[in-house]
């Protein structure tokens, strides 16, 4: 007869046995939560292809932030609904813009809130595209130019990360100098750094209306084909001074996020992007999965695949849960 000797399951037998040997925890601590923020007062416009995600004016944001520092959520990552857009998207750098109104707003109800804001411009431009364009390609230095200006009206503002999203070539190394140059040499950089050309943001761009008017932006995001490629996106970003980098979208491309880690030791993070909130979602409503149990395991594969950080739309869900001790 030849039992088994070394039995696995031995561990797996109760609750408290397998908690006590459990490898991969997700915290509170490690979630950033995204906002929409529009014009106007009062708003909590739900989007629809994101379920229980909204567009908020700044007062309700502010609102949210509080209801976020509650349950220990301790960052929140910032977009803009523009009142105007225009061709090179300059409403992004205006003083007195939305975003700067916000983080102001937020840091006064939520003075120790991380308050991160995504620097691009697609949101701001009347065609969609990421910059300033010209015969149908985009602008690479001359929208570092107004990433810059952008950056710093943030600052001003008292942002405390700003995380660069346009993919465009030295971007971190524009926004380190301008930064720095500027007297905000401590405020830290998380670069979106292998961001790929991604049909999972659908109903990100729904929530902001920055679907690209024409063509596609396969010209500055990644080929998801491309491994080698995002290794030396995320090394050359960390050359320029990124303090912490970023493989997005999450689920479909954990391996990435493996290898960075691995490989650069860095603080990481990973976005669990919107089509990944609306895929659960819609299953989920349809009662054909578990949303509770699917959102826990999408949120630990993350951190089992070595990201510090996750930017997800579950963030309020999965606190309000872990505070009622149901995750
Ligand atoms: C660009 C930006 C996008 C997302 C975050 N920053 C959209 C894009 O690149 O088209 C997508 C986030 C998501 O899908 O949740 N400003």
């Known amino acids: 007869?030849?039992?088994?000797?070394?039995?696995?399951?031995?561990?797996?037998?109760?609750?408290?046995?397998?908690?006590?040997?459990?490898?991969?925890?997700?915290?509170?601590?490690?979630?950033?939560?995204?906002?929409?923020?529009?014009?106007?007062?009062?708003?909590?416009?739900?989007?629809?292809?994101?379920?229980?995600?909204?567009?908020?004016s700044i007062d309700t944001a502010a609102k949210k932030a509080l209801r976020f520092q509650e349950l220990g959520i301790r960052s929140v990552l910032l977009f803009a609904?523009?009142?105007?857009?225009?061709?090179?998207?300059?409403?992004?750098?205006?003083?007195?813009?939305?975003?700067?109104?916000?983080?102001?707003?937020?840091?006064?109800?939520?003075?120790?809130?991380?308050?991160?804001?995504?620097?691009?411009?697609?949101?701001?431009?009347?065609?969609?595209?990421?910059?300033?364009?010209?015969?149908?390609?985009?602008?690479?230095?001359?929208?570092?130019?107004?990433?810059?200006?952008?950056?710093?009206?943030?600052?001003?503002?008292?942002?405390?990360?700003?995380?660069?999203?346009?993919?465009?070539?030295?971007?971190?190394?524009?926004?380190?100098?301008?930064?720095?140059?500027?007297?905000?040499?401590?405020?830290?950089?998380?670069?979106?750094?292998?961001k790929f050309a991604s049909a999972f943001y659908g109903p990100f761009r729904e929530a902001v209306q920055s679907a690209p008017e024409y063509g596609d932006r396969k010209s500055y995001q990644m080929d998801a084909a491309n491994f080698n490629e995002a290794m030396r996106e995320v090394e050359l970003d960390i050359q320029q001074g990124a303090d912490i980098v970023m493989v997005k979208p999450g689920l479909a491309f954990l391996d990435v996020v493996r290898a960075v880690k691995d490989r650069f030791k860095m603080p990481t993070a990973v976005y669990n992007v919107s089509g990944e909130y609306a895929m659960v979602k819609a299953a989920a409503q349809n009662g054909w999965i578990d949303e509770r149990r699917v959102m826990l395991e999408i949120l630990t594969s993350m951190k089992r695949a070595g990201a510090d950080l996750i930017i997800t739309y579950f963030a309020e869900a999965f606190a309000d849960l872990r505070a009622k001790g149901q995750v």
């Open 1 to 56: 007869m030849s039992f088994p000797l070394i039995r696995p399951r031995r561990l797996r037998r109760t609750d408290f046995l397998r908690d006590m040997v459990r490898e991969t925890r997700v915290e509170v601590s490690n979630l950033i939560a995204p906002l929409f923020i529009v014009p106007g007062e009062k708003v909590e416009r739900e989007i629809s292809s994101m379920p229980g995600q909204y567009q908020l």
């Open 81 to 194: 609904i523009p009142e105007s857009k225009d061709e090179i998207g300059s409403s992004a750098w205006h003083p007195q813009g939305i975003i700067p109104q916000a983080i102001k707003a937020l840091k006064k109800v939520a003075p120790e809130m991380v308050v991160i804001t995504d620097l691009c411009f697609c949101e701001y431009t009347s065609h969609g595209h990421c910059g300033v364009m010209k015969d149908g390609q985009l602008q690479n230095d001359a929208t570092l130019c107004n990433l810059v200006k952008q950056a710093l009206v943030h600052a001003e503002a008292g942002a405390d990360i700003i995380a660069p999203s346009g993919m465009l070539d030295g971007m971190v190394h524009a926004l380190r100098h301008g930064l720095d140059e500027s007297g905000y040499s401590d405020l830290p950089i998380m670069s979106y750094a292998a």
